[in-house]
């Protein structure tokens, strides 16, 4: 399973813009990128994914470098809610459906 | 449309014991997985259920088992309790099959004494 790297914690200061990065130097032409957060006390939430493209959606925007190789998750305005802990998971769709969570960066917000 | 919910949400439980949590899935989702959290780490997957078949299996011993049903909830039946089995053990449902987006619960959080 191809591994993926994140800083243990970042912090950032409300409604300033957030760039969580993600290293997957091993990742293969089939992994996708996906992100999800987990608040306190709650399950994992579906966050954002990608193959090769940047992507949009509500929540965040994902940049992915060209080589493949790293990413990086960016919330536009950080808002208190926002602090969490953000996995950064290749999955592998020929491979089955498992999440292959890591450690994840722990982000807090200061108001 | 509800989410995915998880009872019970709390339990406490002896080594040796056994232990059934369970999960209802989001309306029509076909597939549910299931993961253990321990404390301070990321969750770890433990199997997966595509219409009522197993799926794919992570690292964990026969002692670990499931079940899902036909309206595609689940159980998750741990023998044999271990000191070590205490986590947050979360399930996660997808509509589309198993490689579609995971919907996670807020998990049971289990602690054996």
């Known amino acids: 399973d191809a591994k993926t790297t994140q800083p243990n914690s970042m912090e950032s200061n409300e409604e300033e813009p957030v760039h969580l990065p993600c290293n997957h130097s091993t990742i293969s032409g089939t992994d996708y990128i996906h992100w999800y957060r987990q608040l306190p006390s709650q399950g994992p939430e579906y966050v954002i994914h990608g193959l090769t493209s940047n992507v949009n959606n509500r929540m965040a925007s994902l940049a992915i470098a060209e080589d493949r190789k790293s990413s990086t998750l960016i919330l536009h305005r950080a808002t208190l809610r926002d602090a969490a802990v953000y996995y950064c998971?290749?999955?592998?769709?020929?491979?089955?459906?498992?999440?292959?969570f890591g450690q994840g960066t722990e982000l807090s917000v200061k108001p | 449309e509800t989410g995915v919910t998880q009872s019970p949400t709390h339990l406490i439980k002896t080594r040796g014991q056994q232990v059934t949590l369970r999960c209802s899935s989001q309306s029509g989702h076909n597939t549910v997985s299931w993961y253990q959290q321990a404390l301070g780490q990321g969750p770890q997957f433990i199997f997966q259920y595509y219409r009522e078949e197993e799926n794919g299996r992570g690292n964990f011993p026969p002692r670990f088992s499931g079940l899902q049903f036909p309206n595609y909830s689940s159980e998750l039946n741990v023998n044999a309790l271990e000191l070590d089995d205490s986590a947050l053990y979360l399930c996660?449902?997808?509509?589309?099959?198993?490689?579609?987006?995971?919907?996670f619960g807020p998990g049971t959080r289990l602690t054996v004494l």
């Open positions: 998971i290749l999955r592998r769709y020929n491979q089955g459906g498992k999440l292959i």
């Open positions: 996660a449902s997808s509509l589309e099959g198993p490689t579609d987006t995971q919907y």
